[in-house]
């Protein structure tokens, strides 16, 4: 891949697992300047984050002022552009609805990281299923950036 300039995480709705894995990365450091953005792929309105997703960053000393969904859009993937997708459905998505996505450049973050399991929706579950999907984001975004570094 050319020079890395924005990272977009992806998922359904844009408003949480995708905000959490942004703010679990802006939360760690990286070697260098990257953009990093949040997305769904079906976004009719803007929305806030998930209230128990934000209460579970927000625990974890992470916040993200004013954050609202928004839907991915096709001039966002460009060649220096990596598109990390909570499950493989998502992943076909991305690309079989955006020109711009190529198989080198959406991956399904597990996979990219080496991690067998993909990043299950914790929407309409407890506080502790969301506490759960923190934790397994942490440790796949971890891998995330010691990939990254060493690029």
Same mark, same amino acid.
């Given at each position: 891949?050319?020079?890395?300039?924005r990272?977009?995480?992806? !998922?359904r709705s844009?408003?949480?697992?995708?905000?959490?894995?942004m703010?679990?990365?802006?939360?760690?450091?990286?070697?260098?300047?990257?953009?990093?953005? !949040?997305r769904?792929?079906?976004?009719?309105?803007?929305?806030?984050?998930?209230?128990? !997703?934000? !209460?579970?960053?927000?625990?974890?000393?992470?916040?993200?002022?004013?954050?609202v969904s /928004?839907?991915?859009?096709?001039?966002?993937? /460009?060649e220096h552009t990596?598109?990390? /997708?909570?499950e493989?459905?998502?992943?076909?998505?991305v690309? +079989?609805?955006?020109?711009?996505?190529?198989?080198e450049?959406?991956?399904?973050? /597990?996979?990219?990281?080496?991690?067998?399991?993909?990043?299950?929706?914790?929407?309409?579950?407890s506080?502790? +299923?969301?506490?759960?999907?923190?934790?397994?984001?942490?440790k +796949?975004?971890?891998k995330?950036?010691?990939?990254?570094?060493?690029?």
């Open positions: 891949m050319e020079k890395l300039e990272i977009i995480f992806v !998922a844009g408003s949480c697992r995708e905000p959490m894995a703010g679990i990365l802006k939360d760690l450091t990286l070697n260098s300047e990257i953009e990093v953005l !949040a769904g792929l079906v976004v009719s309105f803007p929305e806030p984050m998930n209230g128990k !997703a934000e !209460a579970v960053l927000i625990s974890n000393g992470i916040t993200l002022e004013n954050f /928004t839907q991915l859009r096709n001039e966002e993937i /460009t990596l598109v990390l /997708t909570m493989k459905g998502e992943k076909e998505k690309l +079989s609805h955006y020109e711009n996505a190529t198989p450049r959406v991956h399904v973050l /597990t996979d990219f990281v080496g991690d067998e399991l993909e990043i299950l929706d914790p929407y309409g579950g506080l502790q +299923s969301y506490g759960l999907c923190y934790e397994t984001l942490r +796949s975004v971890k995330l950036v010691k990939i990254l570094n060493e690029e």
